[in-house]
């Protein structure tokens, strides 16, 4: 995969959907397509230093359960790509370190899987990854355009997956300008998935947070766990101003490009509501801090997008090493606040509001 291919460049594939994920992947591959003014909210909050752990280092132990699966961290490499070769690439190099690691993953939406059936293999990770959780995706709005219970069991089966993320996205289908921008109607059809498919169903955002409200509603029809996927990070309204051929798309875009619910205020939104449902933090993390402070408010698991690509871009080992050092600093917060252990992390407020 040449790193240096231009945007120009990119596009040697065929459909319109296809030639979307190709632009996706390559405006993600820069900084300009990051929320600039609006944060993450965690620069609110720092860890009080702790000058007498009683730990030695070696005991820190960063593994736990999430739905039920063990995993070497709390950590996710959330959903992103997938139906072109450049995509195919990167998911078979997320899917080999996760591995690697014992962390869960999450692929991109798979409905080009659906419509493409030649691009299937550029999803086909389960040989990479065989024994981490992988985690099918399709957008919720797509239940009212033509994918139902068949659908999205199809998808799960052909990714061997132990969950189903269906994504919300109104404010990147609003901006778009082929976007699908029926969303009446949505709840139900997710409750119905709910009962029907025979693995757990994840609902998340995509960049703009889920609130207290919405998580509530999501919670009360069967959804088994949520990902705020916060504001302060990847700006899909800015993705899409830059794809835009048009000038109002364009100025549309922008003009949504700071939008959305930071992701810590989507924690503490959930967490004050729903105390003990299984929720993963997403959006705008970077470092082992973001990590660490997204735990410390009551996330079970973080997740971590185009950091991750723009790593697994590089090469396999540069995101190998990302990630190791993700969890180095982790590990370094959990001894310098006294806390052997995620769990202790969560049960001892060790976080302060600056
Ligand atoms: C290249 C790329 C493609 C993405 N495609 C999807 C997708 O198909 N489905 C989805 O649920 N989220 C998708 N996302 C959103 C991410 O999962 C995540 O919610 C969002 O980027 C915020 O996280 P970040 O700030 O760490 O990038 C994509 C993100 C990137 C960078």
New binding site residues.
Partial sequence: MASTTSHKEQPTVDSPIEQR?AE??Q??MSDD???KESTTGLERYRFRHCALPELDFADIDLRVTFLGWPLAAPLLI?????GTPDAGEINRRLARVAQQIGIPM?????RVMLEQPQVRDTFAIRQDAPTIPLLA???AVQLNYGCGVAECQKIVEMLEANAL???L?PLQEAVQTEGDRNFKGLLPKIAMLCQTLPVPIIV????NGISGEVAQRLIDVGVAAI?V??A?????AK?EAARAHDQRQRYLGQAFGEWGIP?ATCIEQIRARLPQVPLIA?????HGTDVAKVLALGANLA???????QAAHQSENALYERIELILAELKTILFCTGNQSIAHLQQRPCLERC
């Fill in positions: 994920k996706h992947l405006l993600c397509v990051a929320a959330s959903s992103m790509t997938g999450g692929v991109g939406s798979q995706n399709l957008g993320i269906l994504h996205n998340k955002e995509v960049g990902d996927a916060g302060g990070g990847t700006s899909w993705v992701t997403s959006g705008g993390l970077q997740g971590l997008a185009r950091p991750f690509l």
